[in-house]
């Protein structure tokens, strides 16, 4: 019930394309679903949240879209670039702490 | 603003051995947590303080046990540390609240069990 699916489990894509991640949850209650970008070394950092209120949100090249009779959700890369190589999480939560998906290792190549 | 720091960054422990990781956040958030990372198994909780005084079992407890000492720090403990306990371990706070979910992480410690 708490788990999050997300594929695939790595992504290799040229540079100029457009990287898509996908995510599905079980738990209806859910009402926050963020992506967390990590780069090698480092913690994760939030990149763009969605609330089940809306169907989508952008944020410079990154888009989230929101399917919720589905119960998943996306990110969107447009023109993805080299420095966006890095390790993508989505996750849910409704005040609880967030349940992460296993990740996307993103690799952008020129 | 440091935001979240952890101490140490590496750490090599032989089996048997006990250490404490530390997290302190200065960001007045009230809920703290420690996730592990392993490869290909994504983040998972191990434990979490939703306010201070408070601790509460996560997905992964078995082997560690926490400390919340204050408002800002939150610390895990491996008393008796095992090959199995290898992995890169985050600690994260947020604000609490309804619909408050942003969570800030540091910058990880990354533990060796020979």
């Known amino acids: 019930q708490q788990q999050v699916k997300q594929s695939p489990q790595s992504l290799i894509v040229q540079k100029g394309g457009i990287s898509i991640i996908n995510c599905a949850y079980e738990?209806?209650?859910?009402?926050?679903f963020p992506w967390y970008q990590q780069f090698p070394g480092k913690g994760p950092a939030l990149l763009i949240a969605?609330?089940?209120?809306?169907s989508e949100k952008k944020e410079g090249r990154f888009t989230i879209s929101f399917n919720k009779s589905a119960k998943q959700f996306s990110l969107h890369i447009m023109d993805s670039q080299p420095g966006d190589s890095a390790t993508y999480f989505c996750?849910?939560?409704?005040?609880?702490?967030?349940?992460f998906g296993k990740g996307t290792r993103l690799s952008v190549i020129a | 603003n440091a935001g979240v720091t952890q101490t140490p960054k590496f750490q090599v422990l032989k089996t048997g051995q006990s250490m404490t990781l530390q997290c302190a956040q200065d960001?007045?958030?009230?809920?703290m947590y420690w996730y592990r990372q392993d490869p290909g198994m994504g983040l998972r909780l191990i434990y979490y303080?939703?306010?201070?005084?408070?601790?509460d079992k996560g997905e992964v407890p078995n082997g560690y046990n926490v400390s919340r000492l204050n408002k800002r720090e939150f610390s895990l403990r491996l008393e008796s540390a095992a090959p199995s306990q290898t992995s890169v371990y985050f600690c994260?706070?947020?604000?609490?609240?309804?619909?408050?979910?942003?969570?800030?992480f540091g910058p990880g410690t990354r533990l060796t069990v020979t």
């Open positions: 969605i609330r089940p209120d809306v």
């Open positions: 738990n209806t209650a859910f009402d926050y």
């Open positions: 303080s939703a306010s201070e005084g408070t601790t």
């Open positions: 996750a849910a939560a409704w005040a609880t702490p967030l349940v």
């Open positions: 960001m007045n958030h009230n809920s």
């Open positions: 994260a706070s947020r604000i609490s609240g309804q619909g408050a979910y942003e969570q800030y």
